[in-house]
């Protein structure tokens, strides 16, 4: 549905090469974005205006903003992990504003895990600002070119920066069953992975927020960031406004967001919407907003507290 191969080559950031090669092989470039995309997001526009001060403080649980190529934090941090602004990179910065906010990094006590994490710039980034991170992964690049074979052996071979070497374990292990014991992390993040765990109504995604729910200490922070569907289109893997609390967010029982849910887009973010197959060269934002067919797709960072005291 959707051709989700070529969906998930450039949501993972594939070079627009990878891509138009891919569409060529499987002869998908045919199918036409319609109308019905540019009148949701002209009605949007009219009706529910929203704009952002870059300079302000960042909310956390939200979807992301071409605004926040221009916050000051947000840039600092990008700088630290040696990345330009990209739909990527701002839930890496995004996941360290948050870490600082709650007091996770530059603690010598901290332990975090990444959940199907692969080879992401902050994994070094926290080796040197926690105790000790946690990368796990599949890591069959068989199945993913993107979780190389060989990290686990050899994480320094992927570093972007120097970064604390004893700080940073690779271990392949299954996002739906972390072989952990319960109340291990401070911090637990995943990365626009959760939607493509399986299973009907989510599942699978739900499977995993359990282990994390399972493995967080109380008061430990967990980060979350998937794709969301804006124009509220159901789709078997990607979530939606109504999907995102009943397959999900209700669910949880320990997990509680850190703050209220703020589903709003900006006005200048729905300018930068722009087809999967567009050419990006001259856009200075490309794929925040991708327009597919009936689809609407943004990245939505979900940041959550584990409250014991909120079980039953």
């Known amino acids: 549905m959707h051709h989700p191969s ?25 199918r036409g974005l319609g109308e019905e995309v540019p009148k949701f997001i002209l009605q949007v526009k009219r009706t529910s ?58 603690n010598n006590n901290s332990k975090a895990i ?22 796990t992964d599949l890591y069959d ?28 374990t690779a271990l392949r292990m299954d996002a739906t069953n972390l072989e952990f014991p319960s109340e291990s992390f401070d911090i637990a993040f995943s990365i626009s992975s959760i939607e493509h765990f399986g299973g009907k109504n989510h599942s699978g995604a739900l499977r995993s927020l359990k282990e994390i729910e399972r493995v967080l200490k109380t008061g430990g922070i967990a980060t979350i960031s998937t794709e969301y569907i804006l124009n509220d289109k159901e789709h078997p893997e990607f979530f939606n406004r109504r999907t995102i609390f009943d ?19 900006t006005t200048r973010t729905l300018d930068t919407a722009m087809g999967m197959y567009d050419d990006t060269a001259d856009i200075p934002h490309p794929h925040i907003l991708i327009r597919y067919g009936d689809l609407l797709l943004f990245l939505l960072c979900l940041f959550f507290k584990n409250n014991e005291w909120m079980i039953q």
């Open 6 to 30: 070529i969906l998930k080559d450039v949501i993972r950031g594939n070079s627009s090469e990878e891509i138009r090669a891919k569409v060529r092989s499987q002869d998908v470039n045919g």
């Open 49 to 106: 205006p929203y704009h952002v001060n870059p300079n302000d403080k960042p909310k956390l649980n939200r979807l992301c903003y071409v605004e926040d190529s221009e916050n000051s934090e947000i840039r600092e941090i990008l700088s630290s992990l040696q990345q330009d602004f990209t739909r990527r990179s701002w839930e890496w910065a995004l996941v360290v504003v948050a870490m600082r906010r709650y007091g996770k990094l530059n």
């Open 114 to 135: 990444g959940i199907a994490s692969s080879k992401e710039p902050l994994l070094f980034y926290l080796a040197n600002h926690v105790d000790h991170v946690y990368a």
């Open 141 to 168: 690049s068989t199945k993913d070119r993107n979780t190389p074979s060989d990290f686990p052996e050899n994480p320094k071979k992927y570093a972007p920066f120097p970064y604390k070497e004893d700080a940073l």
């Open 247 to 265: 397959d999900l967010i209700n669910k949880l029982q320990k997990l509680q967001l850190v703050e209220p849910l703020d589903l709003r887009i």
